[in-house]
């Protein structure tokens, strides 16, 4: 079965130092989505991406949150200066059209120290 | 605003026996609605979905979910639990397009032998 992939599974990183958590989504889907989940809590949603834009954004994806489809199988998140509390599972999902079903990745774990 | 309700943090229910997890939404229209499950350290598999038409959803793993416009709810129900059933399941919901997925706060599901 396809499947979403996340990588890395478990990244630490430094204060104020800019990461890049990096998902392939299943191939032939069109729309991106990643999603945050800070330990204990709800998932929520973060961004939304079709046809090379941003279709929606959620009030957590400030300018310090940027995404991009940098060729035809990656979806990247940037988070330009890492906080403490950016510390939490971040999961990508995609879905091959609008209003469908998501399937969603294993997750990328961000410790922010 | 847009809301997913999960009125139960936790439920212990015994081997073998029934399973309802409760799912309320407040939404302008008649959402998307989704129940996803979540073992430890996993990513969020999707169990069922509801669009429109029949109002009982089968899924995966032998669940289902019955939508019930008039209480805006969509519990999720499973006839005879496994220990294997033991996880976070979240419910959720969008308005379409490509909104994102308002999830619950989930549910943290205990079975004893």
């Known amino acids: 079965e396809p499947e979403v992939t996340q990588t890395p599974s478990h990244q630490v990183t430094q204060m104020g130092q800019e990461v890049i958590l990096r998902c392939v989504p299943i191939s032939n889907h069109l729309y991106f989505y990643w999603y945050r989940q800070i330990l204990g809590q709800k998932v929520e949603f973060l961004v939304s991406f079709y046809n090379n834009e941003i279709s929606e954004k959620s009030e957590i994806f400030d300018d310090q949150f940027s995404v991009e489809r940098p060729d035809g199988s990656n979806f990247t998140l940037k988070i330009r200066s890492t906080k403490l509390e950016d510390s939490a599972m971040y999961f990508c999902a995609s879905s091959p059209r609008a209003n469908y079903g998501y399937t969603f990745g294993s997750g990328t774990r961000l410790t922010v120290v | ?113």
């Open chain 2, 1 to 113: 605003a847009q809301s997913v309700t999960q009125p139960d943090i936790h439920i212990t229910v015994s081997e073998g026996a029934s399973l309802e997890l409760r799912c309320n939404y407040s939404y302008g229209a008649t959402p998307y609605l989704f129940w996803y499950v979540q073992s430890p350290g996993q990513g969020l598999q999707l169990l069922l979905k509801y669009f429109s038409g029949d109002t009982l959803v089968q899924g995966i793993k032998g669940f289902e979910a019955e939508f019930k416009r008039s209480q805006s709810s969509f519990n999720l129900r499973k006839p005879s639990v496994h220990w294997s059933d033991a996880a976070e399941y979240f419910c959720a919901a969008s308005g379409g397009g490509a909104d994102g997925l308002t999830f619950g706060k989930g549910t943290h599901l205990i079975i004893q032998p």
